[in-house]
């Protein structure tokens, strides 16, 4: 991804959140020179992988296959005091339709909920012993406070204020429904640990090479360097 794209979508998603009086933490705002500014020790912030996070899931097409994601607070598995075993994130996702691709955890449970702006589509699976979709089991599914029976890849529509509760080790894909506005996903769970607890369907890389052809307004999660 250039970098120059990864700017315009991250003013994108800032200006929906604001569509929606959506503030985030202060370490949103900061510029990468600023960093070296802040006096309170941000090791934090960089081992739980706090921050902005644009990836195209190395697709190659963004608008396809890729998010605008925001992680708020996070706990860090290397962390044996474990103070805080949850994670919270915001993940912007285009209404052309833009996907997180297949997918499954091996630990985390996560609720995964339309905030506002758009219609959020869900696709459940289970998997085979060879971890390939189940295309015949039912999939089961708490959905804020009752339970759910769906078909394997039945399109399941969120709506604004609504939420899905995926266990480990079932297959999910999230959609944003063409043409209902830029949603705004929110994501409450376990510790998220993005190097060790994605099983991919197709595998692919989490994190974009960058091509340097601006500035970065502000750094990726992956990319600090404090
Ligand atoms: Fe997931």
């Known amino acids: 991804m250039k970098r120059s794209q990864i700017n315009s979508y991250i003013k994108k998603a800032k200006a929906r959140f604001e569509e929606f009086n959506i503030t985030l933490p202060w370490f949103a705002y900061l510029k990468p ?21 644009v990836t195209d899931f190395c697709s190659g097409d963004f608008h396809t296959t890729g998010a605008v994601l925001f992680t708020v607070r996070n ?33 985390k449970t996560e609720d995964i909920i339309n905030r506002a702006g758009g219609v959020l589509i869900i696709e459940l699976y289970h998997r085979t012993a060879d971890d390939k979709l189940d ?12 339970y759910k029976t769906f ?14 509760t995926l266990e480990p080790y079932v297959y999910h894909r999230f959609i944003a429904k063409k043409g209902a506005g ?3 996903v929110g994501e409450v769970s ?5 190097n060790n607890d994605n099983v991919f369907y197709n595998p692919l890389g989490r994190f974009s090479e ?17």
């Open 33 to 53: 020179e600023d960093w070296n500014n802040v006096k309170e020790d941000v090791s934090a912030i960089k081992d739980s992988m706090l921050g902005w996070d």
């Open 75 to 107: 706990g860090d598995n290397n962390d044996k005091t474990m103070k805080r075993p949850y994670c919270e994130k915001y993940i912007v996702l285009d209404e052309c339709g833009q996907d997180i691709p297949l997918h499954y955890h091996l630990d």
């Open 135 to 146: 295309m015949e089991k039912p999939v089961t599914v708490f959905m804020d406070g009752v």
């Open 151 to 164: 078909k394997p890849g039945e399109q399941i529509e969120v709506m604004p204020g609504n939420s899905i």
């Open 182 to 184: 830029m949603l705004i």
């Open 190 to 194: 376990k510790v998220n640990d993005d």
């Open 210 to 226: 960058i091509e340097e052809d601006e500035k970065p307004i502000h750094l990726l999660v992956n990319e600090y360097n404090f």
